[in-house]
């Protein structure tokens, strides 16, 4: 009974997905012997948590229940004043009998001290239910907080015999229009996109979310001498775009210049300045370059592959698909891979 009610709790959280961000995906379930009385998740960044809106469900017939009921909650509830009041004193003043989590919450605000609050409160705590999964719901939170960078999500397309370009880079369309749509959903989920020199002049592309709705991304583009053409549809300044250079940090319109060191590793110093500008997750769409040296330096957390049915004979070879299959299934005519590491 207990997983039941704690597997709702986290599809409530995932309602939150793509809205919420820097904020973990949180959900909440009332129930009171069996029954559940109230539901509600974290729906907006900077709006009430998902315990408040749990508690605020509950049907003035039933309030009188809560000092008998539990709580289920995906993450510790919250001990700090942020831009919401803490959901330790809700509970507590609400007189909440049991609370139960999945995840501490490793945000140094909360830090177990959410749990320590409704212990002194009397209110039974217990957490570390459904442990892994509340770590995969908010595998982009636990990243940002843990490893101090972003999630990386490593995404390309390539042909049946392993070629993601022509030859000399020369663009050409390899997956099919479905996987094309789900790559914008893609974009809508995560806080920023990324792409190298080469595919930015070469595919000139928007990198913006257009084939379903959703909001923009951040646009991120490397550009080390800053040679890339001002006409390209980046610089725009339809969207915020970060360009890490080795010249100057700057700023106009939309457009945000970063310097960092060319005697330095590149990829730490980028994530760590993404780390700064509380981005927790990155779609790195390309190209082979970009994507390889990720991959070399250890530094993705998954690859998305679409391997197409077409064959190209000669052309720029794919990444070696790695680490631990997650799925493979058919998106229109393509097989998309799901690796994690
Ligand atoms: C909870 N329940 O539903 C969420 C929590 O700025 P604030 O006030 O929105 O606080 C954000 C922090 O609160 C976030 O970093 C995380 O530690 C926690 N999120 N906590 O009890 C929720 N979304
Ligand atoms: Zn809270």
Same mark, same amino acid.
């Given at each position: 009974?207990?997983?039941?009610?704690?597997?709702?709790?986290?599809?409530?959280?995932?309602?939150?997905?793509?809205?919420?961000? +820097? !904020? %973990? /995906? *949180? &959900?909440?379930?009332?129930?009171?012997?069996? @029954?559940?009385? $109230?539901?509600?998740?974290?729906?907006?960044?900077?709006?009430?948590?998902?315990?408040?809106?749990?508690?605020?469900?509950?049907?003035?017939?039933?309030?009188?229940?809560?000092?008998?009921?539990?709580?289920?909650?995906?993450?510790?509830?919250?001990?700090?004043?942020?831009?919401?009041?803490?959901?330790?004193?809700?509970?507590?003043?609400?007189?909440?009998?049991?609370?139960?989590?999945?995840?501490?919450? +490793? !945000? %140094? /605000? *909360? &830090?177990?001290?959410?749990?320590?609050?409704? @212990?002194?409160? $009397?209110?039974?705590?217990?957490?570390?239910?459904?442990?892994?999964?509340?770590?995969?719901?908010?595998?982009?939170?636990?990243?940002?907080?843990?490893?101090?960078?972003?999630?990386?999500?490593?995404?390309?397309?390539?042909?049946?015999?392993?070629?993601?370009?022509?030859?000399?880079?020369?663009?050409?369309?390899?997956?099919?229009?479905?996987?094309?749509?789900?790559?914008?959903?893609?974009?809508?989920?995560?806080?920023?996109?990324?792409?190298?020199?080469?595919?930015?002049?070469?595919?000139?592309?928007?990198?913006?979310?257009?084939?379903?709705?959703?909001?923009?991304?951040?646009?991120?583009?490397?550009?080390?001498?800053?040679?890339?053409?001002?006409?390209?549809?980046?610089?725009?300044?339809?969207?915020?775009?970060?360009?890490?250079?080795?010249?100057?940090?700057?700023?106009?319109?939309?457009?945000?210049?970063?310097?960092?060191?060319?005697?330095?590793?590149?990829?730490?110093?980028?994530?760590?300045?993404?780390?700064?500008?509380?981005?927790?997750?990155?779609?790195?769409?390309?190209?082979?370059?970009?994507?390889?040296?990720?991959?070399?330096?250890?530094?993705?957390?998954?690859?998305?592959?679409?391997?197409?049915?077409?064959?190209?004979?000669?052309?720029?070879?794919?990444?070696?698909?790695?680490?631990?299959?997650?799925?493979?299934?058919?998106?229109?005519?393509?097989?998309?891979?799901?690796?994690?590491?």
């Amino acid at each position: 009974m207990m997983n039941l009610f704690m597997e709702r709790a986290l599809e409530l959280a995932t309602l939150g997905r793509g809205h919420v961000s +820097p !904020n %973990p /995906l *949180v &959900g909440c379930v009332i129930e009171h012997n069996g @029954r559940i009385i $109230g539901e509600g998740w974290h729906q907006r960044y900077g709006e009430a948590h998902a315990e408040r809106n749990a508690i605020f469900s509950v049907r003035p017939d039933d309030a009188y229940l809560l000092p008998e009921s539990t709580a289920y909650v995906t993450l510790e509830p919250c001990s700090h004043y942020g831009k919401q009041p803490p959901c330790a004193n809700l509970l507590i003043e609400k007189q909440i009998k049991r609370v139960i989590c999945c995840n501490d919450d +490793p !945000n %140094p /605000l *909360v &830090g177990g001290q959410g749990f320590a609050k409704l @212990r002194a409160a $009397g209110i039974a705590v217990e957490t570390g239910v459904l442990v892994g999964k509340g770590r995969e719901l908010n595998a982009r939170f636990f990243t940002f907080m843990e490893q101090h960078r972003p999630y990386i999500v490593l995404k390309w397309a390539e042909t049946a015999d392993g070629f993601i370009a022509g030859p000399y880079g020369k663009p050409v369309t390899i997956s099919g229009d479905l996987s094309h749509r789900l790559v914008h959903r893609w974009r809508s989920e995560e806080d920023a996109i990324m792409v190298g020199t080469h595919t930015a002049s070469t595919d000139n592309p928007r990198l913006n979310v257009r084939l379903v709705p959703g909001r923009n991304p951040l646009r991120i583009v490397i550009d080390k001498q800053l040679k890339l053409s001002k006409d390209l549809h980046l610089f725009d300044n339809a969207q915020p775009t970060l360009v890490y250079n080795f010249l100057k940090t700057d700023l106009t319109g939309e457009t945000t210049y970063c310097r960092l060191n060319a005697d330095e590793p590149l990829l730490p110093q980028l994530l760590t300045d993404l780390y700064t500008r509380r981005i927790q997750s990155v779609l790195v769409e390309g190209g082979t370059t970009l994507l390889q040296s990720f991959i070399d330096a250890g530094l993705w957390d998954e690859m998305r592959v679409f391997r197409s049915r077409t064959m190209l004979q000669a052309g720029v070879k794919a990444p070696v698909v790695q680490g631990n299959l997650v799925r493979s299934e058919l998106v229109g005519d393509d097989e998309l891979i799901t690796c994690k590491k």
